[in-house]
């Protein structure tokens, strides 16, 4: 989206010190990865509240281990760096209305309330970790995103515009991710195949590769 900021933070770099002295890093570089580490750990637990009751009594304990374990990863970068880091305030179904009705009414089924969640947690997920990076995301952009992306995945099917269509678009790429931490640990997880596959078919639709 080539945001303001993009660049102010080494990825590849970043990640090599993470893994050869994770506690030397810098104060920018330990509050971009210790505030990613808190979004992912605060990500999971309301994204169940949007998923079937079946779905989310099957992952609540294994979801709320991981958190653990993510927040203390966090809470070592941070002290070490000396940088205070926060984690996102993520929606759940019961703070959120569509056209005026419950968030979940105007969807059924597995797959629809995944993209919802996804389109909706997803940007909150990234503007948060955007900001602790530096990136300037405009708030008009974030606001479009959200209300739109909202009518299209939980209400009328309303078309997204050009720009909040590619936003989503890059957003859904997360179906990479999926794939690479079910093979790097030989997970051979079903659930995240399904994942993968339901983020790259809409990757796809929105127009990516």
């Not at 050869?20 to 979004?39: E, G, H, I, N, Q």
């Not at 919802?116 to 940007?123: G, I, R, S, V």
């Not at 974030?142 to 515009?161: D, I």
């Not at 997360?174 to 339901?198: K, Q, T």
Request: aromatic share 10%.
């Amino acid at each position: 989206m080539e945001f303001p900021g993009a660049d102010r933070i080494d990825g590849p770099a970043v990640a090599a010190e993470l893994r050869d002295a994770p506690t030397s890093l810098t104060p920018a570089a330990a509050r971009s990865v210790a505030t990613t580490l808190l979004a992912d750990a605060r990500f999971s637990e309301p994204y169940c509240e949007w998923m079937p009751l079946w779905y989310e009594l099957g992952l609540i304990a294994p979801i709320r281990y991981a958190e653990w374990r993510l927040r203390r990863i966090a809470g070592t970068l941070a002290d070490a760096a000396d940088v205070t880091v926060s984690a996102p305030r993520f929606s759940r179904p019961v703070d959120v209305r569509i056209e005026g009705r419950p968030a979940l009414e105007g969807v059924s089924g597995f797959r629809d309330r995944f993209l919802l969640a996804d389109a909706l947690l997803h940007l909150e997920w990234f503007v948060h970790v955007a900001a602790a990076d530096g990136i300037e995301v405009p708030a008009e952009l974030v606001e479009r995103t959200r209300r739109e992306s909202l009518g299209h995945y939980g209400g009328a099917k309303e078309p997204l515009s050009p720009p909040v269509r590619r936003f989503q678009r890059l957003l859904f790429a997360d179906d990479r991710w999926v794939r690479a931490v079910n093979d790097d640990y030989d997970l051979n997880s079903r659930l995240f195949g399904l994942w993968e596959r339901i983020l790259a078919d809409e990757r796809r639709r929105l127009g990516g590769r």
